[in-house]
T-cell receptor, first 114, second 117 residues
Framework: AQTVTQSQPEMSVQEAETVTLSCTYD???????LFWYKQPPSRQMILVIR??????QNATENRFSVNFQKAAKSFSLKISDSQLGDAAMYFC???????????FGDGTTLTVKP | DTGVSQNPRHKITKRGQNVTFRCDPI?????LYWYRQTLGQGPEFLTY????????KSRLLSDRFSAERPKGSFSTLEIQRTEQGDSAMYLC???????????????FGQGTRLTVV
């Protein structure tokens, strides 16, 4: 079974600074997808960024980018120029190509200080 | 279509009562998922539908839990004889699952928060 570990329960960053959230996973599969989701307080979860395991190039979406290290099974999220609206819980998720369900980590609560 | 809709948003029930939640997915999505999220943890998979067929169920889904998706549209999740341990946020998500877009992400609803007293 796949597992996803987020070792940082809480992180904080100063507005306009850069922060990196860590995620590691365990799988025996070679093809899969990885996701970062954002869940603001009392609001629904939304996708921030996704990475296909077969792609060597790291995904980027505006201020959000990932560092995908397949051999190390590591998938970190970098948020540049942090904004107050980035404050939320961030979840790393793994999804097999073969199966549709996702496995989530326990999340990292990000605080952005003005 | 404004996304995945879940009702009710909040439900307080007494232990032993039955509850039912509803999820309306994005209209063109044929895949629907139920997850459970407790405080301080990530969502845990409960069950998955492709159209009206329930293709996978987690071991977390005890006999007291049942889910349906008649006609492949909305879905219901029923919990019978609720227990305090059932208190959680129940999340519904949907995705396209089209063969040409198999890596499409799941879109989540706002969830139903269940409190069993």
């Amino acid at each position: 079974a796949q597992t996803v570990t987020q070792s940082q329960p809480e992180m904080s960053v100063q507005e306009a600074e850069t922060v990196t959230l860590s995620c590691t996973y365990d799988t025996s599969e070679s093809d899969y997808y990885l996701f970062w989701y954002k869940q603001p307080p009392s609001r629904q979860m939304i996708l921030v960024i996704r990475q296909e395991a077969y792609k060597q190039q790291n995904a980027t979406e505006n201020r959000f980018s990932v560092n995908f290290q397949k051999a190390a099974k590591s998938f970190s999220l970098k948020i540049s120029d942090s904004q107050l609206g980035d404050a939320a819980m961030y979840f790393c998720a793994y999804r097999s190509v073969r199966y549709s369900k996702s496995t989530f980590g326990d999340g990292t609560t990000l605080t952005v200080k003005p | 279509d404004t996304g995945v809709s879940q009702n009710p948003r909040h439900k307080i029930t007494k232990r032993g009562q039955n509850v039912t939640f509803r999820c309306d997915p994005i209209s063109e999505h044929n895949r629907l998922y139920w997850y459970r999220q407790t405080l301080g943890q990530g969502p845990e998979f409960l069950t998955y539908f492709q159209n009206e067929a329930q293709l996978e169920k987690s071991r977390l889904l005890s006999d007291r839990f049942s889910a349906e998706r008649p006609k492949g549209s909305f879905s219901t999740l029923e919990i019978q004889r609720t227990e305090q341990g059932d208190s959680a946020m129940y999340l519904c998500a949907s995705s396209s699952g089209r063969a040409t877009n198999m890596n499409t992400e799941a879109f989540f609803g706002q969830g139903t928060r269940l409190t069993v007293v």
